[in-house]
Structures are given as structure tokens and as C-alpha cells.
């Protein structure tokens, strides 16, 4: 059962800071980071869907978008997170 479901705009900003090469990379972390510290789980337990890694990765790898609007569900028995792009 979902314990918690949320819809987040997390902001990737910061991307812009990182090397052009590392940039889509970089933004599925900053992406697990914040669903992580939102939800209360750990990194290593917040599963993204490949819908959400397909809309980072869809201009490349040099220009992900500046911000994604995401929806969160926490499983409260595994402890674990997942990140699916919202209908």
C-alpha cells in the first residue's frame, strides 16, 4: 500500500553548475537527493521510473531541463520511494 503520495516541482538549477558532459547524469541525482530528503528514506532506496529518466535525457545530455514536475509515492513496509511523472 502507498503510505504517502506527493507531486513535487524539484528544481535543477544547480545542473547548470556542473560540466556540460555530466549535466543529465547529475540531474537524476539532484533528483533522488530531493525525494530522498523529502520522503525520509535513503538514496539507495528511491527507485525513478524511466518515464521520469527519459524527460531528463530527452534534450541530450548537455541540456537537461531547469525543472520537473514529478509524483512520489513512499511505501512505508520496505521503506522505499518511487518517482513516476504524474498523469
Known sequence: ???KEMIYNIP???VKFVSRKRRAN???KLIRLFVARHM???MENVWIDNRVNAEIWK???EKPP?????KAI???EENTAEVLMPE
Open 12 to 14: 535543477l538549477r544547480k
Open 59 to 61: 534534450r541530450g545530455i
Open 40 to 42: 525520509k528514506v535513503p
Open 1 to 3: 500500500m502507498a503510505e
Open 26 to 28: 547529475y540531474a537524476i
Open 74 to 76: 513512499k511505501f512505508e
Open 66 to 70: 531547469s525543472k520537473i514536475t514529478v
